[in-house]
């Protein structure tokens, strides 16, 4: 059987970033950046003021104490109409620009109005000792230059990226688009989770819960709602899966007599890469390729049970989402965290239980919790992490230190 490590490099050696699309800067939020973006514009487009004051000519605060006439108010949005020389002030607003002649601003704080007969506006006197020229002023072009790169082919566009984009001016740029992810959660014991389970039915909590995962990891999901375990059915939902970009389907790989999705998925020609991990839990996982024309599309059977089909998401859907959409084949954080108690681990295959990391002053610990198995959903909701315990016998003590994966994000 696979280890982990050998599943994923035979994932990421199949994940491979979509086109790019042009994408509106509404939509673009998380994306891939596919272009290098020049401003159009300098910013800031004038010399500007960074605080509300009085803008000057430096030398005249030489003495660190002045009296000068107030010759006009500029706020943001205006443009001065005069040219400060000597002896004369503009009180300027935040953000406006620096009329002529000025090289410095003097902060509001450090001044006061006086009526003045030959001046409608008055005198401002103004205390500021070691007053030099550029104080409290951004100087046009001072963050990038008309025609200056602002962002390369590759930027992740967070909100600060989308800000700068406005900046510059564009309503659209091209981008990696989001991965499509198809879900379809199979078994003929599944209903919706809106209705109430019959005699051995159960409600379909994967499908729901997947949707949510994919659009948390950046994708898009398309639900396609319970497909029972059933050839024919199981082909035509698959099939209508296989548009995406990745299909998910839940249940129906392990070894049951109606686990009919790996048979299924070869008729229609998808290509089987591997079949079972050895991992807990998740034991299950098939991961299979379908070859198009224009692109492989990756399609991952997580196993039915709710906490597998979490964790094989978020350990190999997760990084081939990342991957396809330009950002590398990046799996969930990990860090070193002390056990805050003792764990018994027992068996051949690696264990992902459930946890709570928690990062104190002292640095940080994780707490096993207490977990009922791979049905056991309300227990992994308790905790924000798996805590990783290599195969084998082994009890870990208290303090010790195991690698952990965040979940919480
Ligand atoms: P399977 O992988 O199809 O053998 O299913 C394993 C277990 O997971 C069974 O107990 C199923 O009833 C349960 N299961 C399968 N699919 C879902 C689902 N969509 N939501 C919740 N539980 C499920
Ligand atoms: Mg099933």
Partial sequence: MLTVSEALALVAQRAHNRPAAEVLLADALGLVLAEDVAADVDSPPHDKSIVDGYAVVASDLAEGDARLTILEEIVAGNVPSRQVTSGTTTRIMTGAPLPGGADAVVMIERSEVFPSPAAPLGEARLQATGLTAGQNILLRGASFRQGEVVLRTGAVLRPIEIGLLCEVGRVAVRAIAKPNVAILATGNELVPHGELPGPGQIRNSNGPMLAAA???????????????????????????????????????????????????????????????????????????????????????????????????????????????AGRGFAGLTTCQAALTKPFVHRGERPTYHPALLRHTKAGSTVEPIV????????????????????????????????????LDL
Avoid: Y
């Fill in 214 to 324: 994919v659009r948390r990891a950046g994708g898009e999901p398309i639900e396609l709602g319970i497909g029972r375990d059933d050839r024919d059915e199981l082909r035509r939902a698959i099939q209508a899966g296989l548009s995406a970009d990745v299909l998910v389907v839940s249940g129906g790989v392990s070894a049951g007599v109606l686990d009919l999705a790996p048979e299924v998925l070869a008729e229609l020609g998808v290509e089987r890469v591997f079949h079972k991990v050895r991992i807990k839990p998740g034991k299950p996982l098939w991961f299979g390729v379908l070859k198009t024309a224009h692109a492989a599309k990756l399609v991952f059977g997580l196993p039915g049970n709710p906490v597998s089909s979490f964790v094989c998401f978020e350990l190999f859907v997760r990084p081939a989402m990342a991957a396809l």
């Fill in 371 to 406: 977990w009922r198995g791979s049905a056991d959903l309300r227990g992994l909701s308790a905790g924000n992490s798996l805590a990783h315990f290599p195969a084998g016998d082994r009890t870990f003590t208290a303090g010790e230190k195991v690698e952990v994966f965040v």
